[in-house]
């Protein structure tokens, strides 16, 4: 392969954005569920920011103590759920075609990070993982 090529560059980024989310999911696999500051929207947000620089949950952090309290807000903003907010901020794609570190929507509602055949969400103890093939919707970040 010749030193800077399209494919070397391509193989970079994924190296690069593979090692980005291991280190963001050891820094978040221990904390527990918590509604407003590390829910699985949160959680999302987080990843992003540590990938784009962005953060999108800023507006709703400490905003809510609950998943309805979230959920009245989202209506306020004119949000069905926080899923409809999150396909607002991102193009929906398959989940077969999702990438290490795209965002997945796994049982209707929860919020998940794509790394190889699994999608880590969280748990209430922390983080897990359930089988990739579990994803009902895609967002690429």
């Known amino acids: 392969m010749e030193k800077g090529s399209p494919q070397q560059a391509s193989e970079l ?9 291991n280190a963001y999911l050891e820094q978040v696999r ?11 929207g949160m959680y999302v947000a987080g990843w992003v920011q540590s990938a784009t ?35 607002s901020l991102f193009a ?6 999702a990438q290490v570190g795209d965002l997945a929507v796994v049982e209707g509602r929860a919020l998940g990070i794509i790394a190889a055949d699994r999608v880590f ?11 990739r093939l579990r994803a009902e919707r895609a967002f690429r970040i």
């Not at 904390?31 to 500051?37: E, I, M, N, T, V």
């Not at 949950?57 to 907010?85: C, N, P």
């Open 53 to 87: 620089g962005v953060d999108h949950g800023k507006i709703w952090r400490g905003r809510y103590r609950s998943m309805a309290a979230l959920d009245e807000l989202m209506k306020e903003a004119g949000f069905a759920t926080h899923v409809d907010y999150v396909a």
């Open 121 to 131: 969400v969280l748990r209430p103890d922390g983080l897990g993982h359930v089988s």
């Open 30 to 40: 221990r904390h527990r569920f918590r509604p407003g500051s590390h829910d699985c």
């Open 92 to 97: 929906e794609i398959p989940p077969a075609v």
């Open 13 to 21: 980024y994924l190296m690069t954005r593979v090692e980005t989310l």
